[in-house]
Nanobody, 123 residues
Framework: QVQLVESGGGLVQAGGSLRLSCAAS????????MAWFRQAPGLEREFVAV????????YYADSVKGRFTISRDNAKNMVYLQMNSLKPEDTAHYYC????????????????WGQGTQVTVSS
């Protein structure tokens, strides 16, 4: 079992930056691929980025490529999402997810989810 708690969201102006954090419980954190998703009101949950267990592999949605960076610290059971050059269309509730066997962009394939943190980007 893995419990995930996100933090770091807030209100930022367009062009600004935020760093989201996700704290994971459990001794098996390094066994999971870790991902970030986001969901805006009235829209489906959208894949943002994923990092493999060791951190060697990453995959990003085209909409955030070059602006967002996912990272993890297996010693601290943490995963991060550094978001730069934020745009109003990045406004959403951001979720951290853990997948034991899956590495990809399908939200249905992840095993554990946090409650999320809100990011609002003003124009």
């Amino acid at each position: 079992q893995v419990q995930l708690v996100e933090s770091g969201g807030g209100l930022v102006q367009a062009g600004g930056s935020l760093r989201l954090s996700c704290a994971a419980s459990g001794r098996t954190f390094s066994s999971y691929n870790m991902a970030w998703f986001r969901q805006a009101p009235g829209l489906e949950r959208e894949f943002v980025a994923v990092m493999s267990r060791s951190g060697a592999g990453t995959y990003y949605a085209d909409s955030v490529k070059g602006r967002f960076t996912i990272s993890r610290d297996n010693a601290k059971n943490m995963v991060y999402l550094q978001m730069n050059s934020l745009k109003p269309e990045d406004t959403a509730h951001y979720y951290c997810a853990a997948g034991l066997l899956y590495f990809g962009g399908s939200s249905r394939s992840y095993d554990y989810w946090g409650q999320g943190t809100q990011v609002t980007v003003s124009s």
